[in-house]
């Protein structure tokens, strides 16, 4: 599958202590910078009397988008150390947050360095990578007749049914890896020429096998 790319397989947390500060690293996959604000609101909302929240994200194939930062921290000792971090992994669409209650102990720069990047590190490897492929979305519509050998066949090519519609005929949105030539074939072949196909456009889905 060319065209596909690596991200978080899970959201994740975890915490660790570092000379008396604790730091709480979460990490998301992400669609859109959107979706990074809301999660940065949410985390500024648990954790209202942290000392900072840096984080950095990254977006689009090749990693178009950059973003980092430091929050009140020294430049250059959280928000790069951790998109280091991310960059390293090879992944795509991703958005990590370290969050930090300053315990009283100065860390100093590389100290700091060390933190934010075991704590991204530590994060990632809890959330797991997954590979995304672009997918072909679409319906199709076929008699009740041909529905029950349908069903098998999706399961066989390992269709994704998105929803079904029951009325005078049996409507089905589907995802599918198929070329979408080559699956509107099947289903001609299938219901003898009566199936009905269109095309809706592509979206990245988990390849999981």
């Not at 960059?87 to 669409?93: C, N, Q, V």
């Not at 700091?112 to 590979?131: F, H, T, W």
Request: glycine fraction near 12%; proline fraction near 3%.
């Amino acid at each position: 599958m060319a065209d596909t790319f690596w991200t978080i397989g899970n959201g994740a947390e975890i915490e660790i202590i570092i000379n008396r500060s604790r730091f709480i690293g979460r990490a998301f996959p992400i669609k859109d910078e959107v979706e990074v604000s809301l999660h940065l609101e949410d985390i500024r909302g648990k954790f209202p009397d942290a000392s900072h929240h840096c984080y950095a994200y990254v977006l689009g194939r090749g990693n178009s988008v950059q973003r980092f930062n430091d929050d009140g921290e020294p430049g250059g000792t959280a928000g790069m150390p951790i998109l280091k971090v991310i960059l390293s992994r090879e992944i795509e669409d991703a958005l990590v947050v370290v969050t930090r209650y300053f315990g009283g102990v100065k860390l100093g720069a590389p100290g700091l360095v060390r933190a934010y990047s075991r704590s991204a590190a530590q994060v990632l490897k809890e959330a797991g990578k997954v590979e995304m492929a672009l997918g072909n979305l679409g319906s199709f519509t076929i008699g009740y007749e041909f529905w029950g050998e349908m069903e098998y066949f999706l399961r066989q090519q390992g269709v994704h049914i998105r929803d079904i519609e029951y009325k005078e005929n049996v409507t089905v949105k589907v995802m599918t890896w198929l070329e979408w030539g080559n699956f509107t074939d099947m289903i001609a072949k299938l219901t003898n020429g009566t199936g009905l196909c269109e095309f809706s456009g592509q979206e990245y889905y988990p390849r999981i096998e």
